[in-house]
């Protein structure tokens, strides 16, 4: 029986360790520890709510755009305000394209190496390899001298003896399968995909003056100014053409690169769509509007949970049976930390009681992570890529019903297998197949809007804040990348009273809560087989088709130590 | 550090330069070690001559930093950050982040992106501080929390005071990327409850250190401030809050393409109004561009393609020392203005607009060689200290 610690866990976002017992080859129980803190006492309590979404959005850099767009949701359902339909779909539009960048950068950059060994491609024949990437796909970059090209990157890289990003793989371990010509396939694609995802984001600076941390969202609507004939408008007929153009690029990569590549490296690893299955309750708050926000049944992903891996039904969803646990968390609750407290009621007092850095291992049977444990109805739940599918899929949204019943046809596989680790890793290419085209829809619609001379933006009706109640409280939902993400706000004498965010790595990430109920990650991992302790590949494999996104997990308190806002994403 | 081979000296030495050391057969070793294609070799050395904004003479000393026996190492540390700013690096276009990881530097650490994790990559820092003393560019990201013992970051179960302390303390030069590692930002704010600090107040007394501030930081500064060190061994010249000169030396205001509706008056009244959809300016709507100093209106993000005030929302002056606790609320306008009235003609703003980072580093490279590191007084807008809280 050894304990195994694998921190930093690196290639996600902020700040995690995963602890886990490994017996007999197998891992037989788990803890996910969130180790960074950012409490910012007094950031959003007493500011103008218009401006919470600048400081909220901060919360995370990789998703980036997700807490802005949660946060002025919050205060606009706070307020009653109504957006305008443009502003509504330049919303869409940015949503998707972070989240199509997000997934693409997720898979090739964060993911791929725990699937890919990039020294094996040093044996790969170009020759062959030109033959599987034009069996698999008709993407034109796929000549033998492009591969040959890269493989000569890779060995020159080897021979200089410093590997780089590259240096602390672990290369040769006996759980990497791919034939040396797919392993070279996937590393020139790790290399076009880094340069896909910086062409592809110029939509989010076109409509947003910059990627990361956009400055283009307004309570009320947006600061995209629409006209079509003026130059000086952020959205013109020239720019509109321009969005056009990239959102069409996108198909193409998406299509014929990154959802051919998930499906074959997948074939290669069948027993992982058994494994890391984890708790099997997964919940949407759906997301995409396709008319008002009031009405989640007509959002392009529906709302709703799956309850046990049971696809014949779907619940519904209500904000209000959303609560959160401090039992195994570095905080604690005026009332004491066995009962679990409602956002809106919420509190954050940080209260460190873990061992003293520099420490080897977590207290992890008393508390052991900034995270804490959201629940819903007492339940764990699975957020993320996975579940909005499944959620669409047990909805019968027909354009997913289609396209899940395709790719699990074209992989000879059951839809139980897609609660799984490559299921995960399949729904979130599958979702960016579906959001790419969508993208151009959305695009098109605002460009007809602008022709027909419909630029309405911006709903100023409650901008100034004189025109507010003395007090209004609201949700703001979104499905961010990696999942439901909520925001709860609470406004006084037009300043924020109270702040509160749930987001979706704490859903995944969380600890155990008052009942010992294991989080997602921590459910995920067993049964893990472990083939060399010193190198947990098949951990980081799990782990990482989470798409973890710590930073986020943070509570942002007021001078009495309440909180006010919890961020992670 | 500072064992500069002027590229101002390589132009008067009488051989003509470093270019005149046979560069054909450095080209081509160049080539073949690094396995890249002649058209792709061409195109980055153009790219960073082009970044550098020197004249193509240069391409020598850029292909000497190229083949070097081997690349120097680079670290890039998170703290108490948001990714955003790695984000923002692999966007960099000029050059691209693939040649800065696989061409021009070895980045042997950096937990957002490295394929090693746990003990591995643990390891793989301790052997870049054991065997690269004195040698490799540490990047930091995030604020450092220094307190109760460091318990509000750890890595590997360290503290990431510790860590800062013990890895930027022995690097050649540190790069402060983004307002937390700057000055703490956003993490910092009153009543800063971790003790959140920027590097230079962490770690005091490193040297070689380069604050970028902004939030995010504009990954064309950075390349920036990466190729002249490559290439020279030095930093660009730096200001008081060693923050490059070409970056952050000029207000916002000066070179915002809406300025010539500033001084005629044309005002966004409303979002959404006649004004805003014909681009006027936004200094109604709160705007902090006449406060703010950056050449985010110039070099604009994600290859030029736009920057916030373009796009229509003001400025908050992300790159200003301490923003968050100094530049909000931000959509209050500005009560005074220094520089009203000023007039200003459309040619020098269609000069101003144009001019891109390589300009500013021509006048600031061209600083760098004939003069000591210039350090200016502090603009107006940087005076003002926010007031001190827990852990400064
Ligand atoms: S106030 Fe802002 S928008 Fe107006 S000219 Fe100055 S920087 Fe530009």
């Known amino acids: ?569 | 550090m500072h064992t500069l081979k002027s590229p101002f000296a390589a132009r008067l030495s009488p051989c003509g330069g470093i270019l005149m050391h046979s560069p054909r057969t450095r080209l081509t070793a160049a080539l073949k070690s690094r396995g890249v294609s002649r058209r792709e070799f061409v195109q980055f050395c153009s790219s960073m001559v082009a970044t550098l904004a020197l004249p193509p003479r240069y391409l020598g000393a850029v292909v000497k930093a190229l083949t070097q026996a081997s690349r120097p190492v680079l670290v890039w540390l998170e703290f108490q950050d948001c990714a955003g700013n790695t984000e923002s690096m692999l966007r960099s276009s000029n050059p691209p982040v693939a040649e800065f990881v696989l061409d021009l530097l070895s980045w042997e650490y950096h937990e957002t992106l490295m394929a090693g994790a746990g003990k591995q990559a643990e390891d793989a820092l301790e052997r870049v501080v054991r065997e690269h003393a004195g040698e490799y560019i540490a990047v930091v990201e995030g604020a450092i929390p220094t307190a109760d013992g460091g318990v509000y970051c750890t890595i590997g179960g360290k503290a990431a005071l510790d860590i800062a302390k013990h890895v930027c303390s022995k690097a050649a030069a540190n790069i402060a990327v983004g307002a937390c590692a700057w000055d703490g930002g956003l993490v910092r704010s009153n009543p800063n409850p971790t003790g959140a600090l920027g590097l230079h107040e962490a770690v005091p007394g490193l040297k070689n250190l380069i604050n970028l501030g902004g939030c995010p930081h504009n990954p064309a500064n950075t390349a920036a401030v990466l190729v002249h060190y490559l290439t020279f061994h030095d930093l660009p010249a730096l200001d008081e809050y060693n923050r490059p000169l070409f970056a952050y030396g000029d207000i916002i205001h000066d070179q915002c393409e809406r300025r010539a509706h500033y001084d005629a008056g044309r005002f966004v009244e409303e979002w959404g109004d006649e004004g805003h959809r014909k681009g006027y300016c936004l200094y109604k709507m709160g705007c902090k561009g006449p406060e703010a100093t950056y050449n985010c209106p110039t070099v604009r993000w994600n290859d030029g393609t736009s920057w916030p005030v373009k796009s229509g929302h003001g400025c908050i002056a992300c790159a200003s020392h301490r923003f968050w606790d100094t530049k909000s609320p931000f959509y209050k306008r500005l009560p005074s203005v220094p520089g009203f009235g000023v007039d200003v003609t459309a040619d020098e703003i269609g000069w101003v607009a144009t001019a891109a980072v390589g300009a500013a580093m021509v006048a600031q490279v061209a600083g760098n060689m004939v003069r000591d590191k210039l350090r200016p007084k502090k603009t107006a807008e940087e005076t003002k200290e926010p007031p001190e809280s827990r852990g400064a």
């Not at chain 1, 509109?240 to 014929?256: C, E, H, P, R, T």
Request: aromatic share 10%; with cysteine; proline share 7%.
């Open chain 1, 1 to 569: 029986m050894a304990r195994i610690v694998v921190d930093p866990v690196t290639r996600i976002e902020g700040h995690l360790r995963i602890e886990a017992q490994v017996e007999g080859g197998t891992i037989s129980d788990a803890w996910s520890s969130g180790t960074m803190f950012r409490g910012i006492e007094l950031i959003l309590r007493g500011r103008d709510p218009r401006e919470a979404w600048i400081w909220a959005q901060r919360i995370c850099g990789v998703c980036t755009m997700v807490h802005a767009l949660a946060s002025v949701n919050a205060v606009e359902d706070a307020l009653g305000i109504e957006i305008p339909d443009n502003a509504r779909l330049v919303r869409n539009i940015i949503a998707a394209t972070q989240t199509i960048q997000d997934h693409v950068i997720h898979f090739y950059h964060l993911h791929a190496l725990d699937w890919v060994d990039i020294l094996s491609a040093l044996k790969a024949d170009p020759a062959k390899t030109a033959q599987l990437a034009q069996s698999i796909s008709d993407w034109p970059v796929s000549s033998e001298k492009y591969f040959k090209g890269v493989q000569d990157r890779v060995s020159a890289l080897v021979a200089s003896k410093q590997l780089s990003l590259f240096g602390a793989g672990y290369w040769g371990h006996p759980a990497y399968r791919l034939p040396p010509e797919a392993n070279l396939m996937a590393v020139a694609h790790y290399l076009e995909a880094l340069q896909f995802q910086k062409e592809f984001i110029r939509i989010h600076a076109v409509l947003g003056g910059k990627n990361p941390h956009l400055q283009t969202f307004l309570v009320g609507g947006m600061a995209t100014a629409m006209d079509p004939n003026e130059p000086g408008a952020t959205i013109n007929p020239e720019r509109m053409d321009f969005l056009v153009q990239v959102a069409k690029s996108a198909i193409g990569f998406v299509n014929q690169v990154y959802v051919p590549d998930v499906l074959a490296v997948a074939s290669f690893y069948p027993e992982w769509f058994k494994l890391g299955t984890g708790v099997g309750n997964y919940m949407c708050y759906g997301g995409y509007p396709q008319g008002s926000i009031k009405d989640p049944a007509d959002f392009f992903l529906p709302r709703g949970i799956v309850l046990d891996r049971d696809l014949s039904k779907v619940h519904p969803v209500d904000p209000a049976n959303v609560t959160e646990y401090v039992t195994h968390s570095w905080y604690e609750y005026s009332g004491g930390d066995q009962a679990a407290r409602h956002p809106y009621n919420g509190e954050t007092n940080p209260k460190y009681s873990g061992p003293k850095p520099p420490y080897e291992f977590l207290e992890v049977n008393e508390k052991y992570s900034w995270l804490k444990a959201p629940r819903y109805q007492d339940q764990v739940m699975e957020v993320g890529p996975l579940a909005r599918l499944l959620v669409a899929y047990a909805s019968g949204q027909p354009e997913v019903k289609a396209l899940v019943d395709a790719t699990l046809g074209k992989l000879k596989a059951p839809p139980a297998a897609l609660f799984s680790t490559l299921g995960r890793v399949a729904a979130r290419a599958l979702e960016t197949q579906l959001l790419a085209s969508r993208l151009v829809g959305w695009i098109e619609q605002l460009g007809d809007n602008l022709a027909s001379g419909n630029v309405r933006i911006h709903n100023g009706e409650k901008w100034n804040p004189n025109s507010w109640p003395k007090t209004a409280q609201g949700f703001g939902f979104f499905e961010a990348p990696r999942g439901s993400l909520g925001h709860w706000v609470e406004i006084e004498d037009q300043a924020i009273k109270n702040y509160q965010a749930v987001v979706p790595s704490t859903w995944n990430a969380g600890p155990r809560d008052a009942r010992g109920q294991r989080g997602p990650y921590e459910s995920a991992l067993l049964k893990t087989p472990v083939a060399d302790p010193e190198r947990p590949l098949e951990i980081l494999r799990t782990v990482h088709s989470f798409d973890p996104c710590l930073a986020c997990a943070v509570h942002v308190v007021d001078a009495r130590g309440h909180v006010l806002a919890r961020a992670e994403a």
